[in-house]
C-alpha cells in the first residue's frame, strides 16, 4: 500500500521558534520521490522540495530544512525562526517509481496546519 | 513563465447550469491535472492529461468532463453539479507524466460553489 501520513494536524508557535513537520510514508516500491507543498490561506499549492528515493542527503534552504531517513520512511521539515508569513498548510506526498522515474500520481498526506503568532 | 492560472477564481452556479472551468501553462509541460480539494482535506486527484490524451480518469462522475485543447490549455466542463461538488478545484502541470523531473506545478484554484 502506499501511504503518507502526518501525524500532526494542526502546530501553533510563536514567531522565531523553530519547528518540525513530521511526515512518514509507506510504499514497496524502491524508487520513488517525496515532495513538500505549503497551502497558504490563498489556496495555492507552493512547491517546496523534491526528493528522490536514492538521494538521502538532508537538504537545507535559507530558514527550510529536510531531513530524509529511508531507515524510519521519514522526511521530515523544519522551519527555523519561524515567521508570520509561514503560517499555511503543508502537505508531504509521495510519488511511486519504476524504471527510474515517477509514476506521475502524488500521494498526499492529510497535511498539517502551522499556525505562527506574532 | 514559470506559472500555471487558472479562471475564474470564484463560481457560483446552480445545478441546472453548465460553466467551464480553464487552465493554462507556459512552461512546455506535457502533463496537466485536474484535482478537486474540500476543506480542510488534501487535493484529490481527478484527471490526469499526458501529451494532450486523458491519460488517469479517478472515477469521476460524467457531470464534470475535462478537455485538453492543446499542450498548454487544460479545460473542465461542468454540467448538472451539486451542492456537494463545491470545493476548491485545482490545476496542475509537471513536464512530463512520468520521470525523474516531475514536481506538479499548481495553479491558484477556482473557488467553486454550487448553489
Known amino acids: 500500500a502506499q501511504k503518507v501520513t502526518q501525524a500532526q494536524t494542526e502546530i501553533s508557535v510563536v514567531e522565531k521558534e523553530d519547528v518540525t513537520l513530521d511526515c512518514v510514508y509507506e510504499t514497496r516500491d524502491t524508487t520513488y520521490y517525496l515532495f513538500w507543498y505549503k497551502q497558504p490561506p490563498s489556496g495555492e499549492l507552493v512547491f517546496l522540495i523534491r526528493r528522490n528515493s536514492f538521494d538521502e542527503q538532508n537538504e537545507i534552504s535559507g530558514r527550510y530544512s529536510w531531513n530524509f531517513q529511508k531507515s524510519t520512511s521519514s522526511f521530515n521539515f523544519t522551519i527555523t525562526a519561524s515567521q508570520v508569513v509561514d503560517s499555511a498548510v503543508y502537505f508531504c506526498a509521495l510519488s511511486p517509481g519504476n524504471y527510474g522515474g515517477s509514476q506521475g500520481n502524488l500521494i498526499f498526506g492529510k497535511g498539517t496546519k502551522l499556525s505562527v503568532k506574532p | 513563465d514559470t506559472e500555471v492560472t487558472q479562471t475564474p477564481k470564484h463560481l457560483v452556479m446552480g445545478m441546472t447550469n453548465k460553466k467551464s472551468l480553464k487552465c493554462e501553462q507556459h512552461m512546455g509541460h506535457r502533463a496537466m491535472y485536474w484535482y478537486k480539494q474540500k476543506a480542510k482535506k488534501p487535493p484529490e486527484l481527478m484527471f490526469v492529461y499526458s501529451y494532450e490524451k486523458l491519460s488517469i480518469n479517478e472515477s469521476v462522475p460524467s457531470r464534470f468532463s475535462p478537455e485538453c485543447p492543446n499542450s498548454s490549455l487544460l479545460n473542465l466542463h461542468l454540467h448538472a453539479l451539486q451542492p456537494e461538488d463545491s470545493a476548491l478545484y485545482l490545476c496542475?502541470?509537471?513536464?512530463?507524466?512520468?520521470?525523474?523531473?516531475?514536481?506538479?506545478?499548481f495553479g491558484p484554484g477556482t473557488r467553486l460553489t454550487v448553489l
Open positions: 496542475a502541470s509537471s513536464p512530463l507524466l512520468r520521470g525523474p523531473s516531475n514536481e506538479q506545478f
